[in-house]
């Protein structure tokens, strides 16, 4: 099975820029797409941006020329680098990806999130 851990969550100001990042581990034949999903308080859980092994993007029409995903398939990774914060991107960030275990079976796996507080 597969396994993500993320990092780069915190604090910062309206117009700050964070970084996260998302790191698959575990036993697999190959992780297909991988994204990034948002929980605001009181929110359903929302697309953010995904990225196919190719580096197809899709992006929320919220942070389309703001954030920016990215992937190294060699390390199974994904970062999202995000600028021109805003308070409303205040949210639990979740990383996301989608894989084909040792039997080839299409799995989905979730990181258990990163905070991310845009405040003054």
């Known amino acids: 099975q597969v396994q993500l851990v993320e990092s780069g969550g915190g604090l910062v100001q309206p117009g700050g820029s964070l970084r996260l990042s998302c790191a698959a581990s575990?036993?697999?034949?190959?992780?297909?797409?991988m994204g990034w999903y948002r929980q605001a308080p009181g929110k359903q859980r929302e697309l953010v941006a995904t990225i196919t092994p190719a580096g197809n993007t899709n992006y929320a029409d919220s942070v389309k020329d703001r954030f920016t995903i990215s992937r190294d398939n060699n390390k199974n990774t994904v970062d999202l680098q995000m600028n021109s914060l805003k308070p409303e991107d205040t949210a639990v960030y979740h990383c996301?990806?989608?894989?084909?275990?040792?039997?080839?079976?299409?799995?989905?796996?979730w990181g258990r999130g990163t905070l991310v507080t845009v405040s003054s």
């Open positions: 996301n990806a989608m894989f084909r275990d040792l039997r080839f079976r299409s799995l989905e796996v």
């Open positions: 575990g036993s697999f034949f190959r992780i297909d797409a």
